[in-house]
Every structure is written in C-alpha cells, then in structure tokens.
C-alpha cells in the first residue's frame, strides 16, 4: 500500500464527481428513454451503431466491442430487440460462422422517432448545465481519456 500513489483531494473530487454525474446523467436519460420509447439505454445505443453504419448492419464481434458488452450479455438483448422487430440476425455468406446484427425497417423508424426526445433529455441533463467553453474542455478531456485505452 506503501507504493500506492493516492489520488490528492482534487483528483479524488474530480473522480467522485466523474462517477456522480455520469451515473446521474445516465440513469436520467435512460429514464426518459424508458418513458418515451421502453427502450434501454443499452438498447439505443444499439440502434445507433447499427443506425450509424452504411449497411446498417455490423458484425456482432464488431457491436460487442463498440458496446463493451460480453457475448452472452449481447446476444440477449440481440434476442429481446428481435422479438420487438428492431434489429435480426444474418448468417455472413463468406464465412457461416459469422453473424450480423442487421437494423430493420422498424428500428430505423423507432430511432427516427426517439433521437429527438433523446437529444432533449441530454440536452436537459447535461449539455445545459455546462456552458460552451466546458462542454469543450469535457469533450478534449474525455477523448484523451478514451484514447489512452489504446494504450491498455
């Protein structure tokens, strides 16, 4: 413990006010997620990726990872946004043992329809909040956070 370097008390207050906000932000824009469209944060951002892609399709490796999600935990909801008709799997001609995730006409159409209650909602519990220099400075910091996991 010796050789730990303990984060000073502005690092501490950075990070406990990191994981405050994100989690605050999170739950409050899944909550409006949930009322406008009952859809999980997670299942959105499913939609986008898939929504984002030319093909609107992506592997499910690929979508797994974009996700940080395990195999197990993606194919279940995979699964459950099947069953509501968003998305459907597809077997890769060139290579049987890959899969994709493929967004349907009715997924496009749902995230279509949500996006704009979703900018809202984190224009509401975020964005305004912040003026435009912070959302700057956030947006620079959280980038090289993000691209210091290359380094991992």
Do not use: N
């Not at 370097?5 to 999170?26: K, N």
């Amino acid at each position: 413990m010796a050789d730990t370097p303990w984060l000073t008390t502005e690092e501490l207050r950075m990070w406990r006010a990191f994981i405050d906000a994100s989690t605050g932000v999170l739950h409050r824009v899944e909550a409006d997620l949930k009322a406008d469209s009952d859809l999980s944060f997670e299942d959105y951002e499913v939609l986008v990726h898939l929504s984002e892609h030319p093909e609107r399709r992506l592997r499910m490796t690929d979508l797994r990872e974009r996700l940080v999600s395990s195999k197990s935990g993606l194919t279940l909801r995979v699964d459950r946004m099947s069953d509501r008709g968003l998305v459907r799997r597809e077997q890769c001609d060139e290579d049987r043992r890959t899969i994709f995730t493929v967004l349907t006409d009715e997924g496009f159409a749902t995230i279509k329809r949500i996006a704009p209650q979703h900018v809202r909602s984190v224009r509401r519990h975020l964005v305004d909040a912040l003026g435009p220099a912070d959302v700057t400075c956030m947006a620079d910091a959280l980038q090289r956070v993000t691209a210091s996991f290359d380094d991992d």
